[in-house]
């Protein structure tokens, strides 16, 4: 029954893709704007089908439905609801579902928000290349990577369940849902984009069509790169947040484009500028969401974030390719319309500013990007095996990210056209004040090094500029200071520099140290007293768990240990954590004594890093932030109403 719903209802969203894909296009080309009315109908049943799949696929999770395929690959009656539940995205053919659920949702809320506008070609145009992408995707769970697979049930089968790393914390419920909200979401900006190019309306009426949507997906998936990074903290073992794995890379590409498309975008709807710019920052985005998802779930690469292989990395290439040469075509076909009416009078000016934050995101993103698929291209020409580890990144990385920091601190204050100095010393003596007194509190607090202290001193300053213009903007506004895309960015650009605080410190100052102890010994790291007190076990349905009774500062017990899921036979270390303010204290149980001398030593290993809390803390003010520019500021609701009621010319 289950899979005969969910293939039926696959097969639904791939006919109504391609029809509602082909039908629009017709309409669009021959101009019988009548032909576009069935094309709706034909979405929202694109939408339907993408509830209905997901639907059928968690009942047939929860019901323990072996006969369908996926369940029997990922399901299992000892696992608990919550990471039953979140089984659907713990491999190739649930994730593909949930890509297409997503997807579906957006169609649906563009359909809701622009109801009056159907015969609009710019509308019509971006609703037929959604529905494209929908296709592809419904197309891949029909033929490749059918979820819904009619299965025979071996005797005694109880399911393997999802890999033991995804469910054993409750972040793998929120985090990646995020970034597939943030994926999917900039189809939505990538559509308008390639519907602005088709129909030459290449001006900046589409912009503000797509203005907060972008926004929106661009926070979702921030957060979820956030919520990952603290899921790989707490539950991998390792003490660390961030390894430029391929897979943490492949959801920084698109992260890296889409946040340089947010901050160029205001400079051409400011002085009509930088347009060729825009477009080809949105479609690198969207292209980039395309192979994030072939790195991630094709199994080309090994990663502990990898977590599906299937027969789908040909296609994703191939649709990245066609997404990729037509987005450089149409640009090219267009490149007579998307001159710039304006040109930067001078380099000390915000949309100066902005091209040169255009330049530094865009390096970056190709040195992530080099990093990352070189290896893959080297193995695949000559069998070479490389790795490019943190060294790299690290070294490539550092100064990109130090002059984006300056950047950050003195785009906000600097006009548009062109800046005196008499304006800058105004404007960035309390930025500098803020940077020089942040320099010296780190001094005072046993701050050292050059990297982490420029750190400060830029964040500071980052810092600075951005609760300056917070504090200017509530004299004049009151509390709607706070909301609005500038004044919400300004929350975002002060949660950056929480984070690159929080990295800057919990790096540069952290300390590492393993020891092995006996019952009742204690081992001093950075002035804390850690205290083995002996072992204990706890034994489910699903895993085996021994853990250390470690006792820090003679106060809290905390139990780092290994756990043993007995259905797939793995070990996973489950780490401890104690967090603070100031600093967190990382527990992992190295090493047990066998069974031969039970009251044996254990090795237990304690990472010390100061100030990592500042790290999600920074993250959290920066979704805040997000969704208070998803607001209309004051000053802007008259800007936007002129904006949108502007209604730009179709070419013949």
Partial sequence: MNTTLGFAFTVLGLSASVLGCLGGAYALITNKTHLLKPVRQWAWLVFLAGVGAFVVMEVALFQRDYSVGFVQKVGSDATPPLYNFAALWSAL?????????????????????????????????????????????????????????????????????????????????????????????????????????????????????????????????????????????????????????????????????????????????????????????????????????????????????????????PWLLAFFAVVSGTSVG?????????????????????????????????????????????????????????????????????????????????????????????????????????????????????????????????????????????????????????????????????GVVLLAVGIAASESYKTDRTETLLPGQTMTVAGNTFTYEGLAADETSQRVKIFANVRINGDEVYTPGTSLYLTQGMNVATPSVKPGFTEDLFLVLDQVPDDRNPEGPVRLRVVVRPMITWLWIGGILMSVGTLLALFPGQRRRGTEAVSAAVTEPVPV
């Fill in 93 to 313: 053919e649930g994730s593909l579902i949930m890509w297409t659920l997503m997807l579906g949702g957006y169609i649906a809320a563009i359909m809701l928000k622009f109801k009056e506008r159907l015969n609009d070609p710019l509308f019509g145009w971006a609703l037929v290349v959604m529905l494209a992408v929908s296709g592809f995707f419904f197309a891949l769970l029909v033929g490749p990577s059918n979820p819904f697979v009619d299965t025979a049930i071996p005797a005694n089968f109880v399911g393997p369940g999802p890999n033991p790393l995804l469910q054993n914390h409750i972040l793998v419920a929120f985090h990646p849902p995020m970034l597939y909200l943030g994926y999917v979401g900039f189809t939505v900006p990538f559509a308008f984009a390639i519907a602005a190019l088709i129909t030459g309306r290449v001006g900046e009426g589409w912009l503000v069509e797509t203005r907060r949507w972008t926004v929106a997906a661009w926070g979702f998936l921030t957060f979820g790169i956030v919520l990952g990074a603290w899921w790989s903290y707490e539950v991998l073992g390792w003490g660390g947040y961030w390894a430029w794995d391929p897979v943490e890379n492949a959801s920084l590409l698109p992260w890296l484009t889409g946040t340089a498309y947010i901050h160029s975008v205001m400079v051409q709807e400011r002085r009509g500028m930088l347009r060729v710019w825009n477009l080809s920052l949105l479609c690198a985005t969207f292209s980039l969401t395309i192979l994030g998802t072939f790195l991630t779930r094709s199994g080309v690469i090994d990663s502990v974030h990898a977590f599906a292989d299937g027969a789908i990395g």
């Fill in 330 to 494: 149409l640009i090219a076909w267009r490149g007579d319309r998307l001159r710039s009416p304006g040109a930067i009078d001078s380099p000390v000016s915000r949309e100066a500013s902005f091209l040169a934050n255009n330049v530094l995101f865009g390096a970056l993103a190709f040195v992530v990007l080099l990093g990352t698929v070189f290896p893959l291209l080297a193995e695949s020409f000559d069998g070479t095996r490389l790795t490019i580890g943190r060294p790299y990144f690290d070294s490539m990385a550092r100064p990109i990210a130090f002059v984006m920091l300056f950047l950050m601190a003195s785009a906000p204050v600097l006009p548009w056209r062109k800046a005196s100095n008499e304006l800058l010393s105004e404007r960035l003596f309390w930025p500098a004040i803020a940077a020089v007194g942040s320099m010296a509190l780190a001094i005072i607090l046993g701050g050292r090094g050059f990297y982490p202290m420029l750190t400060f001193g830029l964040g500071g300053f980052a810092a600075g500029a951005a609760v300056r213009q917070v504090v200017l903007a509530t004299r004049r506004q009151g509390w709607r200071g706070f909301v609005g895309r500038t004044n919400g960015g300004m929350i975002v650009h002060i």
